[in-house]
């Protein structure tokens, strides 16, 4: 309807172009808001104050002549001139009553659009490092990154979901390291193991599977292994000595048998996190290796394309990117003075190969601590050709875990915190998607488990999916009754829905795909939880006021076409945060 009543406004302002009221160049920015007074009409408009410098002329001046040329419709009862200029619509009920139809015809398919067709699209998210279970800070960013997947889909782009698996660099070797030392426990060795391993009873089954796949194959003797190392901490440096048990590793096992121990752990893990996701309702297209950069020289292709560019130099030793050329506060190296290339180097390669798989937009989920990489990748783009535009970054703050008043600490490190896992089996996928995704991805968040476990109102989710269930209720109490809903009799009776709750819940019905394109296009998954949660407080209201299972089968039938039209829209708009419609509570 909004767009109905822009395009009634622009061809009134054409019209008075073509008069010569309005310069033929004149340009209408042209909003549409609903009204929060229903006395002063549905919609409203700030055309003629948007105007007024450009016409040279006072807002109600502008607004007087605009209604004076609008087109008739029949969706336009009237419209009214309020304050300094704003044009008021009232919206006729016939139209009003026309959304249900429209819904009960459209079904999965009400909201979607086709924005987006076209156009190829990205979305890369989680891509926590596979050295331990997600847990529920990783939790927000799969919740928000599906969401906005599934939005951009509904929006007609073709949407790719990839998680990008780091698989190399010194925290996976960390990980092989202390699988491998925890392998020689199993296998009877007395090694004190380091401060800085990973600590968690993940390793220790990790390590146990490989010692009964492998055997005695890779145990070599506790003297030999810890022979010469730096001090571990408190006495020693807890880095020197994790890196020389590393190197240890290596030398001892060779290439071959060090591969055996490092696959174990990533394969273990990242198959662990693929479970927990898909049992969180997320799933990828793609999963892209770190590693395969590097085994396809991609790394040293993306830094050659810079060195051909000018953009990279040499300094101490090292090859430096010279990412203050392009709004960076400081160059970067990109390969060091040993001849390792760095982090950043993988991911600018990795950005690359995105781009030059067709990509037109790129949207990277990433967490907040990731703010200071957003300029210098940008930079990268921008000297490789590629507009830095193309990239879109969405920093999500982890949410923060309360158990009562206690704050829950996390550290993959040390073993110490709730998985992604526990936080489902404790509160439900239900309502872990639809918590993570309540507030805008950069704001802090608190996660309440006691509330995400309530069965009240004042559980979103729960008040939500309580709405469907109670109306797919009412389907199952008509059949008992032997009035089973006729769809075309309550069609051909809308009229007779004239209750001011069934017009605010028609009104909130049709404002459903102006949130998903608005949703969509700002990456906003909070706008349709926020809109689920006003539309199924509108429902419960309906219900506590109106009765359904009635004699007068024309009005029943008529308010079960808007009940079931709710429903649609609710299933719709859960789905699109990746929650379930039950048919029954």
């Not at 033929?24 to 009409?41: E, S």
């Not at 990839?162 to 925890?182: F, H, P, T």
């Not at 890196?243 to 752990?265: C, K, M, P, T, W």
């Not at 479970?275 to 793609?286: A, I, K, R, S």
């Amino acid at each position: 309807m909004k767009q109905h009543i822009a395009d009634l406004i622009q061809q009134a302002i054409d019209a008075l172009k073509t008069s010569g009221e309005f310069d033929a160049n004149l340009v209408a920015n042209i909003n549409i808001d609903n009204t929060r007074d229903k006395t002063h009409g549905d919609l409203a408009s700030n055309v003629a104050l948007t105007l007024a410098k450009a016409a040279r002329r006072k807002p109600r001046d502008i607004a007087e002549l605009i209604c004076n040329h609008l087109p008739a419709s029949p969706s336009v009862v009237k419209t009214e001139i309020a304050g300094p200029g704003f044009i008021n619509f009232f919206i006729s009920q016939d139209a009003t009553q026309a959304v249900v139809g429209k819904v009960l015809a459209a079904a999965d398919a009400y909201g979607r659009n086709n924005a987006g067709a076209g156009h190829k699209v990205q979305v890369e998210f989680v891509s926590a490092n596979p050295t331990g279970p997600l847990h529920v800070g990783h939790g927000r960013g799969a919740a928000y990154g599906a969401s906005v997947s599934n939005l951009l889909a509904a929006a007609g782009y073709e949407v790719q979901r990839e998680y990008y698996v780091n698989d190399a660099g010194r925290q996976m070797n960390i990980l092989a390291a202390s699988v491998w030392l925890r392998y020689l426990q199993q296998a009877g060795e007395a090694i004190v193991f380091p401060s800085n391993g990973y600590q968690g009873d993940y390793v220790n089954d990790i390590a146990k599977q490989l010692h009964q796949q492998a055997g005695v194959r890779l145990k070599h003797s506790a003297a030999a292994v810890m022979a010469d190392l730096h001090a571990d901490a408190p006495e020693g440096d807890k880095e020197k000595h994790i890196d020389d048990l590393i190197e240890r590793a290596q030398n001892l096992l060779g290439a071959d048998d060090y591969g055996v121990v490092f696959d174990a752990g990533l394969d273990s893990i990242r198959d662990d996190i693929k479970h927990d996701l898909h049992g969180f309702g997320v799933d990828f297209e793609n999963w892209f290796s770190e590693r395969s950069l590097d085994q396809g020289e991609q790394v040293e292709r993306a830094i050659a394309k810079l060195q051909e560019q000018g953009n990279v130099y040499q300094d101490g030793g090292a090859l430096w990117f010279r990412s203050t050329d392009f709004g960076d506060d400081k160059d970067r190296v990109v390969k060091r003075d040993n001849g390792q290339t760095t982090y950043f180097a993988s991911d600018i390669a990795y950005h690359l190969n995105k781009f030059e798989r067709g990509f037109d937009t790129v949207i990277n989920v990433w967490g907040a601590d990731h703010h200071g990489y957003i300029t210098r990748v940008k930079a990268a783009l921008q000297a490789l050709g590629i507009d830095p535009a193309r990239l879109v970054v969405k920093l999500v703050q982890f949410a923060i875990l309360y158990r009562g008043q206690e704050r829950v600490q996390m550290s993959t490190r040390s073993g110490s915190f709730v998985t992604l896992r526990e936080l489902r089996e404790e509160v439900g996928k239900d309502a872990s998607r639809f918590f993570y995704v309540t507030r805008k991805a950069e704001q802090h968040m608190d996660f309440d488990l006691e509330l995400a476990k309530s069965e009240s109102k004042d559980n979103p989710v729960y008040y939500i999916q309580y709405a469907h269930a109670r109306i797919c209720t009412l389907i199952r109490k008509l059949a008992g009754k032997d009035m089973a809903w006729d769809q075309n009799q309550g069609l051909a009776q809308l009229d007779k829905l004239t209750e001011t709750a069934e017009i605010d819940l028609m009104q909130q019905i049709e404002r459903y795909p102006e949130v998903i394109a608005n949703a969509a296009s700002n990456h906003e998954p909070h706008q349709v939880a926020h809109y689920l949660k006003d539309l199924a407080s509108n429902f419960h209201s309906y219900y506590n006021a109106h009765r359904m299972v009635i004699d007068d089968a024309e009005l029943r039938n008529a308010r079960m076409c808007l009940c079931m039209a709710a429903r649609q829209v609710m299933a719709n708009g859960l789905q699109l945060l990746g929650v379930d419609a039950p048919e029954q509570m």
